[in-house]
C-alpha cells in the first residue's frame, strides 16, 4: 500500500487494469489537477477580458456612440504579420559522408512538408492565439485523410490556451519537458467513429458530457464561438472531445521474485511503432564489432517499456479508454511546441499582449466615443426658445435639420431661438494630443514600431547598412525572433523522425524526382527510406546481403541523429543570414580563402555536395586542387577532339592573321551590300 502512494502519480500499468477504468480516472485526476494550476495562471485569469478588449465588445444600452475603430486589432495584426513571416522550417546537413546524400533529399521533403502542410499560415494562427491569450501551441503529428482512410500528412495543427494541459511542468516553463501532458481536439462525431470504429457505441457528442470544471466549460464554449463559427446546439450535437495524454512513463521491465523475466510486445505488430522491450538481464543484440554482430547483457535504460512517451487517448464519460499503448512517433518527444510573445520568468503561461494595453485601448475608446458624441451634438446642438414670442404651431415641431424649412416668429429669431449647448462643450485640441499619447503608448507597448522596421528592413538590406539596420530593429523584436526561433527548432527536430517514418519511397520521389533520390534509399525495403544497414555492418564499402542487425527503429533513429540542424530560418534570423552571406560574397571577391561550397550553402543552395576538410582553409585548398583538376582534364579533352588547338598557320585574309579561337558560337552577318552581291557568311571568333 506504501508503495502504491508513493507512486500513485504514476498511471496504472495496463496488464494490471484490464477493464481499463483506473487508467480512465486516472486521465481526469490529471486534467483536472492541470485545470486547477491553470486557474491560477494571470493569462487564464484575464482570459475572458482580454479576448472582450480584442473583439471591442460595449454595453451599447449604456452607450450613445457606436464609435469602434479598433486600432489594438489592426495593430496586433500587423505585429503577428510581421514576425510570423518563416520561409521554411529548417535544413539539415551531417557531418558522416554516408549520411550527406541522405541529409539533401530530407531537407528537399522538409520544404515540401512545409508547403504542403501550410506552415506560414498555421504559424500565424498560432501567434494570434499567443498575442491575445498569452499562449499559441503547434501540435506537430500525421493525420490519414478522408477520416483514417486517405494519405498520410505531417500537419501542424494550431491551438490555443486551453487545449494543452500539462502536469508537472519544471521551472523551465516548457510543456516539452513536462511529465505528462494532454491535448484536446474537437472532431465531428462521423469522423470520430471512423478512426475509433470498436469504439462507435461508446462515443458521446459534448452535448452529453458533463462539465463540472470551469475550465473545462471555459474551452467547449471558446471552440464552439470561435473555432466552429458559433454554431450554438447543433455544435454540441455534432461533435466529440478527444483527450491525447502523453506520459514520460519510466517504467522498466524488471525481473520480479522467481521470475525469470520476459520480452513485452509493445504497439500493433505491423506498424511502425511496434517494438519488444526486454527484461534487465536479457541478452540483446548490443553491435557489430569486426564485421560481426555480439550480444550483451540489457541495462536499465535499454529495457524501458515506454522509450518514446506513452499515450493514452480517450473521451470524457466512457469507462475505460480508446487507446492505451507506445506513442506512435519515433522522435519521442512531446508533440505540443509552445509559442510565446511576451514571456517572463514568473509567467508560466505566457502573457496576453492585450492583457497590458487593455486599459490603455479601452481608455482610447471613450475618449473616441465622447468625441463623437461632441461633435454630434455641435451638429445638432439641443435648441432652446422663448415660448412667450412664438405665435403658431410650437417651434419643437420643426426639424431645423431639414432642408427648405422655414418658421415666422415674433421678434428677432437669434433672441428666441439658441443653443443651450455651453460653450466649453467642445472637441479641442488637446483632446487629440491626448488620444495620440494613448496611441503612442500602446503601440510601444506592443513594439509595433521595431517590429515595423524589421518588415521595412527586407526591402532595404545593403552591405553598408547592414549592421545599422539590425540596431533599428530593437530589443522587443530581437527577443521574439529568438523565441520563435527556439520553438522552430524543436519542430524541426521532431520533423527529422518523422518523414523517414511517416512517408515511404514513392512520397520521396513525389517531393524530390526519382533522379534526386539516393541510391543507398532504393535498398532491401524499396517502401522505405530507411537505410538498410548501419556504416559498422558495411564491409569496404560494400552493402551487406544478409538482413541487417538493428532493428529498423533503431536505423531510423540513428540515421536522423546523424542529421544536424544548421539553420532554423525566422524573420530576424534571415536579416543575420543576408548579413553574414554579405560578409563572405564580399571577403571570396576580394580573394579571402573561402570555399564556393560553403558559401553557395550560406546563400541555400544545399544540392551543391561536400569538400572534405577540417576547416575552410582546407576545404577552400581541396576545392582549388579538384578545379585545377578539372580544367586539365577539359584541356586535355578539348585537344584530343581538334577544338582550340593552333595548326601553326596562317590566319585568315591576304595578310595573314590571328586564327580563329572557337571560344565563341559562329555569328552570320552580311556581305557584299556595297560594291557586290550581297550574300550571308558565317563569322568566327
Keep these: 500500500m506504501e508503495e502504491e502512494q508513493k507512486h500513485s502519480f504514476q498511471p496504472p500499468r495496463f496488464e494490471k487494469d484490464p477493464t481499463g477504468s483506473d487508467r480512465q480516472a486516472w486521465v481526469d485526476e490529471q486534467c483536472q489537477e492541470s485545470e486547477g494550476w491553470m486557474e491560477n495562471q494571470s493569462a487564464y485569469k484575464n482570459f475572458s477580458a482580454n479576448l472582450n478588449i480584442f473583439d471591442a465588445i460595449i454595453d451599447s444600452n449604456k452607450q450613445r456612440s457606436v464609435l469602434v475603430t479598433n486600432s489594438l486589432k489592426y495593430n496586433i495584426r500587423k505585429f503577428v504579420e510581421a514576425i510570423s513571416d518563416v520561409k521554411e522550417i529548417g535544413s539539415y546537413r551531417s557531418d558522416a559522408p554516408q549520411f550527406a546524400e541522405y541529409a539533401q533529399v530530407v531537407n528537399k521533403v522538409a520544404k515540401g512538408v512545409y508547403l504542403e502542410g501550410q506552415f506560414p499560415r498555421q504559424i500565424r494562427k498560432v501567434l494570434q492565439y499567443a498575442s491575445v491569450m498569452g499562449r499559441g501551441y503547434i501540435w506537430q503529428k500525421c493525420k490519414a485523410g478522408d477520416y483514417g482512410y486517405g494519405e498520410r500528412q505531417i500537419i501542424f495543427e494550431p491551438l490555443g490556451l486551453l487545449d494543452v494541459l500539462p502536469i508537472q511542468i519544471p521551472s523551465t516553463n516548457d510543456v516539452q519537458d513536462a511529465y505528462a501532458v494532454t491535448v484536446f481536439e474537437y472532431m465531428p462525431i462521423a469522423e470520430a467513429h471512423a478512426r475509433f470504429p470498436l469504439n462507435q457505441s461508446d462515443l458521446q457528442p459534448v452535448n452529453q458530457m458533463s462539465y463540472r470544471s470551469r475550465v473545462s466549460a471555459r474551452r467547449v464554449d471558446t471552440a464552439e464561438r470561435f473555432r466552429y463559427g458559433g454554431q450554438k446546439r447543433n455544435w454540441g450535437n455534432l461533435n466529440c472531445e478527444l483527450r491525447y495524454t502523453y506520459i514520460r512513463d519510466m517504467r522498466i521491465n524488471t525481473p520480479s521474485g522467481d521470475k525469470t523475466g520476459m520480452k513485452i510486445p509493445m504497439g500493433s505488430p505491423g506498424t511502425s511503432w511496434f517494438y519488444e522491450v526486454p527484461f534487465v538481464g536479457d541478452d540483446i543484440f548490443g553491435g557489430v564489432r569486426d564485421g560481426q554482430p555480439f550480444k550483451r547483457k540489457a541495462q536499465p535504460e535499454d529495457c524501458r517499456v515506454y522509450p518514446f512517451l506513452r499515450l493514452i487517448i480517450s473521451t470524457r464519460g466512457m469507462s475505460k479508454p ?173 520533423l527529422k523522425f518523422m518523414i523517414p517514418q511517416w512517408y515511404d519511397t514513392r512520397r520521396i520521389i513525389e517531393y524530390v524526382g526519382a533522379g534526386k533520390v539516393a541510391p543507398q534509399i532504393f535498398d532491401f525495403d524499396p517502401n522505405s527510406m530507411v537505410p538498410s544497414h548501419m556504416p559498422d555492418e558495411h564491409k569496404a564499402g560494400i552493402v551487406p546481403t544478409a538482413p541487417s542487425a538493428y532493428d529498423k527503429i533503431d536505423r531510423a533513429r540513428r540515421f536522423a541523429q546523424n542529421l544536424r540542424l544548421v539553420s532554423v530560418p525566422s524573420t530576424l534570423l534571415e536579416l543575420t543570414q543576408q548579413a553574414e552571406r554579405m560578409t563572405w560574397m564580399s571577403l571570396k571577391f576580394k580573394g579571402a580563402p573561402l570555399s564556393w561550397h560553403s558559401l553557395l550553402k550560406k546563400c541555400g543552395i544545399e544540392d551543391i555536395g561536400d569538400i572534405d576538410g577540417a576547416n575552410e582553409y582546407e576545404r577552400w585548398k581541396n576545392e582549388t586542387i579538384q578545379e585545377l583538376k578539372f580544367k586539365a582534364e577539359m584541356a586535355m579533352a578539348m585537344q584530343q577532339m581538334g577544338l582550340g588547338g593552333d595548326d601553326g598557320g596562317k590566319g585568315q585574309g591576304k595578310g595573314g592573321g590571328r586564327p580563329s579561337s572557337g571560344k565563341k558560337p559562329m555569328k552570320q552577318q552580311m556581305k557584299g551590300a556595297k560594291g557586290g552581291e550581297a550574300r550571308v557568311v558565317n563569322r568566327e571568333s
Excluded: C
Aim: hydrophobic letters at 40%; glycine letters at 10%.
Design 322 to 494: 480508446l487507446y492505451d499503448g507506445p506513442a506512435f512517433d519515433w522522435h519521442g518527444k512531446i508533440p505540443t511546441v509552445q509559442y510565446d510573445v511576451d514571456d517572463w520568468a514568473w509567467e508560466a503561461m505566457g502573457r496576453s499582449l492585450v492583457q497590458d494595453v487593455g486599459s490603455i485601448q479601452t481608455t482610447k475608446r471613450m475618449l473616441e466615443r465622447r468625441m463623437d458624441q461632441v461633435i454630434k451634438a455641435t451638429l445638432n446642438p439641443p435648441m432652446g426658445y422663448d415660448d412667450t414670442s412664438t405665435g403658431g404651431p410650437k417651434i419643437e415641431n420643426f426639424d431645423l435639420f431639414e432642408e427648405d424649412v422655414r418658421a415666422g416668429m415674433g421678434g428677432e429669431p437669434d433672441k428666441i431661438f439658441k443653443s443651450v449647448l455651453p460653450e466649453s462643450v467642445q472637441v479641442r485640441g488637446e483632446h487629440f494630443k491626448f488620444w495620440e499619447l494613448l496611441d503612442t503608448a500602446e503601440r510601444k507597448q506592443l513594439g509595433i514600431d521595431d517590429l515595423g522596421n524589421l518588415a521595412n528592413l527586407k526591402l532595404n538590406l545593403s552591405g553598408e547598412n547592414i549592421d545599422k539596420a539590425l540596431e533599428a530593429i530593437g530589443p522587443i523584436a530581437k527577443g521574439i525572433a529568438t523565441g520563435m526561433e527556439a520553438s522552430n527548432a524543436k519542430l524541426a527536430y521532431m
